[in-house]
Each structure stands twice: as C-alpha cells, then as structure tokens.
C-alpha cells in the first residue's frame, strides 16, 4: 500500500476508534414488539404516561382522555370537532372531585379514520366500549350538538344501567332534517351545502362555520375570537374527510324521537335561543317534551357553539347538576 495511503486509513481508524470510545454506552435496545394491552381501565389506575386508545370489536382505534377522580362525566362531543372541544368543561370538573372523561369519535381527532362505520348506531357502541372498558358505574352523560345524538342513540340501545343522569347540550334530537312530521326542521338543502362545501374547500367550510354563524360571530355587535374560530377549523381538519362528510348525513337525517322515549334518568336539557345551527325550536323543546323528569335550560342569546362562548355558565350548571 503507498504511504499516503496507509497514513489515511491509520488517521481514519484512529478517528474511528475516538469516535467509539466516546459515544455514550447506550443499554442494550428494548423490545418495542410487546404486545398491546387492552386493560385501559387498568392503565389509568397506574398512572401510564401513554396515549390512551381502546380498541373497538371492528378494530378501530378511539382516542380518549380520562382526567380527575371521582365520579364519571362522559363528554361526547360535535361535528366535526374531537374531545378537545371540551376541555374546559373537563377542567371545570375534574378539578372539584370528578373524573372527566372524553373520547374523539371514530374518525374524528386523534382517533382511526375507518372507512366504514360512520353511522349512529355504531357511535352509540362506539361509546358503549369506552365506558365498558373502563367499567365506568353511575356516569353523568354530556353531549354536545351530534354528541346529544350519540348519547340518545346509546340510551336507546344500551339503556341507563350504568348511567345515573344525562346532559343535552345544544344537541340535534329528536331530528334536524324537516319532513312532513318534523314541518319545523332544517331544509335538506342546507345540508347538501354542507356537503358540497365539504367536497369543494372543507378547510373554508370550517372557517366559515366558525366565523359565522357557530358562535354567533356574524350577528350585529358580536366580537370574534380568532382562537374559537382558529380551534374549530383545526379540530375539524384533524377528522377524517370521509367520516366528516359522512357525519353530516347521520346528524341531519338520524330520527331520535324513540330513544329519547327511553330517558328514564334526570336529564339536563340546555339549549341557546339564538342558535343558528340546531333552532331551538326543533330540538331541545321538542327533547324536553320526549324526556321523563327534564329540566330546560334556555341561554337568551346564545349562540349553537356555547360550551365556549358561554362557558363560564354552563360551568356551573353543569357542577351544580352532577352534584345534585
């Protein structure tokens, strides 16, 4: 070998060997291929600092978040929105003794996008697991919007066993959709607005939603808040494309009438008198009617999104009625 060349390959060991001497000895790799546990219930009494998923029957994956000790509040939350939405509702509670628990709906947030499976029914068992799996007893359900849905749905097909009261918040049963029966609903041409919005630009969609009529920032005098508004629109792009624009035939057209029939704890209807997404009119009235041993709640003013315009409220009538 020429000299310059075995100097070269001397200095390159030597610089090698420095290298190996003072790397840092790192432990030997962990397996990473354990297999995962399926115990979420059991997760959270230790404490494990992971992302919390259950996983359903048909293999989807439902983020959710479990804060506070105490008794259970189940929050289930609107379109196209994730469990984000009620955080400071969760707060509020989990700090005074209860333990607040939230999942994002199946292809929503930071839950699996599935093809398949966007309908109420399977909502409703969607949430069935979450609350089995955790072996939740005398929970406090709270929906909001689509959410209201949800919880109606699971009544219907679950019952009330492990469920002590119920919360509908500015929620679409019994229906959205107006047909010969229901002559005070929405126009199904709102909805196929929404569906080719969503198809056309969903990120605009979203905006437009949050900045207009959702919180009520399109009436006179209103004052917008860029970080509703900025919430919103990233909420809703978290979800999955075909799920939202799935979701928005199972809100509008989904009939809930019977599984509000099937209420038979204190349920907690609120409801904003200006709300311009789900008329009060054609829901939480009609729902107060439908439930056995309701209480109606009317905000003056307030707008559909008002588990953030009018927190600070529903705070505490939300305190004061899982305390009752």
């Known amino acids: 070998m020429p000299t310059d060349s075995l100097r070269r390959s ?8 420095l290298a190996a001497a003072c790397a840092p000895q790192l432990p030997p790799a962990a397996n990473t291929a354990s297999s995962p546990s399926n115990d979420a219930a059991d997760q959270h009494r230790k404490g494990k600092n992971s992302m919390s998923t259950i996983t359903t029957r048909d293999g989807t994956s439902l983020y959710y978040k479990d804060w506070g000790t105490g008794k259970p509040v189940v929050f289930s939350h609107g379109w196209p929105l994730s469990s984000d939405s009620w955080e400071a509702q969760m707060l509020h509670l989990a700090e005074r003794g209860f333990r607040a628990i939230a999942h994002d709906r199946r292809g929503h947030g930071r839950s699996s996008q599935p093809w398949t499976g966007n309908d109420m029914d399977t909502y409703a068992d969607d949430l069935a697991t979450v609350i089995e799996t955790l072996d939740l007893e005398g929970v406090t359900l709270i929906g909001f919007s689509t959410g209201g849905g949800e919880i109606a749905r699971y009544i219907g097909r679950h019952g009330t066993k492990r469920v002590a009261k119920a919360a509908l918040i500015s929620a679409i049963p019994p229906l959205m959709l107006r047909t010969a029966k229901n002559p005070n609903g929405t126009p199904m041409e ?8 969503s198809i056309a630009d969903r990120s605009k969609l979203y905006r437009d939603l949050a900045s207009g009529p959702f919180f009520g920032f399109n009436r006179p005098g209103a004052k917008p808040s860029q970080g509703m508004i900025d919430s919103f629109w990233l909420q809703g792009m978290q979800a999955g494309h075909k799920n939202a624009f799935d979701c928005i035939k199972v809100f509008s057209e989904t009939d809930l009438t019977d599984d509000l ?8 209807v609120v409801h904003g008198d200006d709300d311009q997404i789900v008329p009060i009119g054609a829901s939480a009235q009609l729902s107060f009617e439908l439930v056995k041993s309701a209480t109606l709640k009317v905000y003056k003013g307030a707008p559909h999104g008002l588990i953030d315009t009018h927190k600070v409220r529903l705070n505490e009538d939300l305190l004061a009625f899982v305390r009752d």
């Open 190 to 197: 709102v909805f196929d607005g929404l569906r080719a919005g």
């Open 10 to 17: 001397l200095l390159l060991a030597g610089v090698g060997g």
């Open 261 to 268: 029939k099937k209420f038979d704890v204190p349920t907690l």
